[in-house]
């Protein structure tokens, strides 16, 4: 049996080349997905032991929780206590350094914009030992207050040499300096993707408002005692809310964070992975499926001659291993290259990622082989069962039935799991803020799709059959009637792609209204100030340039940082409190703005439901650099979207408890009788020195936010394509064997006169019938579901349905496309039968 399994392979090329493809892609999703996870966290790795090389021991501020929406939000120091830690036993060298922002623009004065990574402006280390990785490629270091070195990628971005003159933003201005050195890390030429701009460290204070202070102070011990000898005696001569740790716990911490926050990326490309490999094993049901049928009388002859159950059965799942180990091997070759894929795909939308060489773990390649051999094999479990159920008096017939009925449990169970699943969706699109239940109400509908399947598929070939005669449609239509549970099996492996695709795509839809809405109603802003994408932030001193105008009646600054309420880590927003009302309508359910002052919050309705609070009350707020802060309930409100958060406290308690005061957004109200268009143009006049500023009205943040979801749409499209991918192979596969499988039927047809190009059209509107099926089920449950959702998330601010119709009616057109390009091999090869071998096949 194993050397008739292995031959039975080898015979059928193109029929392996397909089922391995199939669960290749698959495997190759998740193999890539944990290869990226992997590479993005080595990198990190690699960059926090870099930087911390030479450094024994590292001063700094304790943070009140540390995870990867608070990195590097530390309060700084005195600069005093630099000299307190250089004269502690076993220390040989202690430098302070600073951080902050800094953003360098190019020769056209036009800014950097790193990809979501942080831009930065930070100090030199005067001791190399301290340097790390840190290295010159060329010049030398700053050692004035005009002069910078810049990261080698951006002085290539911006076009900078050494002598050249650049300007950088600060948080608190403008500056022009000469370059004097390109820096790079280790053999990269940026800090994961980072810009960053050094100077000697009074420069750096001065430029990034931390004159007299220091966020750090990097240690070298003499020697005498270990680098954990070292830290503890350092520990127990600190103030109080000073810690001091090691160089190698300093880069584990801050590599642990990334980590954890790789995690949700990673789960989330899994999500993908989980379709495509369910695509795929739709597809490799349904290739065993028609193995089976095809190899009817073989496998009655291998009974016939005394082959029992068992090796019947275990010679076909014996197949399904091979092609599982042979996939799962390939799958994880081309893991590796669709790791790369995918961080390009990321970066075309804006979003780069950090990278070295590629790291496969050996968690890696046991999910690969698991994934594609349990797959494969339990795909194939159910067609090699019948395969056993061949009685070997088949053997003797010359013909094998055809007929495929469907027993009445299965009719009755698919159309009663299809109503309830559809009826779960529907109840969810009217209740409303379930998606759970909408969830499970989904996979129940495609439960009842797989179950009846097969009666849509032959309702959809008895519609073809009502054709003209003669036109091809009522021979493809008979074909698919014939073979109703492979043309359903088929068409489900699409259905599975475009549900999703849909789903999205009207929750897109529906986010991109919602967002009109809620601008619409409640901005009440003239202009909105923002930094350009992945800028970094506004200047304080912006919104002071625009208090001084006489066209300008309001300004309110908007800030964001990570924070945590009851024990949960949120998006915390810092508003100033003066004229709230006069940009934004928040839809105040109970409270008064005019209570909202310094040491009060305004609360979301939902965040004020969930902690039980109303105004009045008071709340703890734990900032990651100061601790737990209380503040009283001012008022609480209903409309979020503008303001982004549920959760909003004074810009002066703002300030009290982050050190980065760049505004992440400016609201700005015209004075009374000022033209708008004319205020812009006037403003746009005045922040000529700030060019990373994008000046918007209400409709440009409309636009400017729906393009963002576009883009999201966009990237979860593109990584769904792999699964549209796999279906479209699975269309091919099926018709390919279903050409061989009625070889002597076509050689028939061209034996009374069918031409090839006849033959060619019956096989390509046999596929369109097919994917047409699959799309029109795939476009009606995701519809359905995306509805559902969209209502199911009335809580994360969408509040009207919007079906993108011309989209979804695309894809039904791109799915007729899809049948015909993949009929195109199969419609050849049946074109090119041997009409005198087909009619004498017995």
Sequence with gaps: MVKHSLRSLLAHKLRLLLTVTAVTVGVAFVSGTFVLSDTMGKAFDELY?????????????????????????????????????????????AEGGVTGFALILDAHGDPIQPGGAPTLGSSVAQDRRLAGDFS?????????????????????????????????????????????????FGETDSLAGAT??????????????????????????????????????????????????????????????????????????????????????FVIWNTFNVLVAQRRRETALLRAVGATRRQVL???????????????????????????????????????????????????????????????????VAPAYGATRVAPVEALREATPTSQSLGRVRRLGGWALLGLGLAGLVGCAVVGRAPVLTGVSTLVAFAGLVMAGPLLARAVASVANRGRRGNGWRLAARNVRRSPQRAAATALALTIGLTVVCAVAVTASSTKASVADLVRGGNRADLIIKPLAQSGGASPAVADILRERDDVATVVEMRYTGARVDGGSTALAGVSTGGVAD?????????????????????????????????????????????????????????????????????????????SQLDTAIMVRDAAGADTAEVRSAVTAAL????????????????????????????????????????????????????????????????????????RSVVRRESVLISLLGALTGVGLGTVAGVALSRAMVDEGISRVSVPVPTLLVYVLVAALVGVLAAIGPARRASRVDVLRAITVE
């Design 136 to 184: 010159f490629r060329d010049g030398r270091a700053p050692a004035g207050p005009d002069e910078v070195a810049l990261d080698a990628a951006s002085a290539r971005k911006a076009g900078y040499r050494v002598g050249d003159t650049a300007r950088i933003v600060f948080q608190n201005g403008t500056g022009s300096f000469t370059v004097v050195g390109l820096v790079g």
């Design 583 to 659: 940009v934004a309508d928040l839809g105040v359910a109970s409270g008064s703005l005019d209570d909202f002052t310094g040491g009060t919050m305004l609360l979301g309705t939902r965040a004020a439901d969930r902690l039980g609070l109303a105004p009045g009350d008071e709340v703890t707020v734990t900032f990651p650099e100061t601790g737990d802060v209380t503040l009283r309930v001012a008022a609480t409100f209903e409309r979020d979207a503008l303001i982004g958060s549920q959760y909003v406290v004074a810009l002066s308690d703002y300030a009290a408890n982050v050190t």
């Design 196 to 281: 960053l701009a050094a100077f000697d460290l009074r420069t750096a204070q001065q430029r990034l408002d931390k004159v007299g202070e220091v966020d750090q102070i990097d240690v070298v011990g003499d020697s005498s005692v270990t680098p954990t000898e070292l830290r503890d005696a350092i520990a127990q001569r600190l103030p109080a809310g000073v810690e001091a740790l090691t160089g190698a716990e300093v880069a584990d911490q801050g590599s642990a964070a990334i980590r954890d926050g790789l995690g949700i990326f990673t789960n989330i490309l899994l999500v993908f992975a989980a379709v495509s490999l369910l695509v795929g094993s």
């Design 314 to 380: 275990g010679g076909i799942v014996l197949e399904a291993l091979l092609v599982g180990v042979v996939s799962s091997a390939l799958g994880l070759l081309a893991g590796v290259g669709l790791a790369v894929g995918i961080r390009e795909l990321l970066a075309a939308v804006g979003i780069e990622v950090p990278t070295t060489s590629a790291a496969v773990e050996p968690r890696t390649v046991v999910a690969g082989v698991l994934v594609g051999v349990v797959v494969t094999v339990v795909a194939a």
């Design 49 to 93: 032991a870099g930087l911390t090389k030479g450094t024994d021991v590292t001063v700094r501020a304790e943070a009140a929780y540390t995870d990867i929406s608070t990195q590097g939000q530390q309060r700084p120091l005195e600069e005093s206590l630099v000299g307190q830690v250089r004269q502690m036993p076993g220390v040989a060298v």
């Design 688 to 759: 000529t020195d700030y060019p990373n500023l994008d000046i918007q009205d209400g409709d440009d943040l409309i636009r400017d936010t729906q393009a963002d979801v576009d883009q999201m749409l966009g990237l979860v499209t593109a990584l769904l394509a792999l699964a549209v991918v796999v279906a479209v192979l699975g269309i091919v596969n099926t018709l390919a064997l279903s050409v061989v499988e009625r070889t002597r039927e076509l050689g028939l047809m061209r034996a009374v006169g069918a031409t090839r190009r006849q033959v």
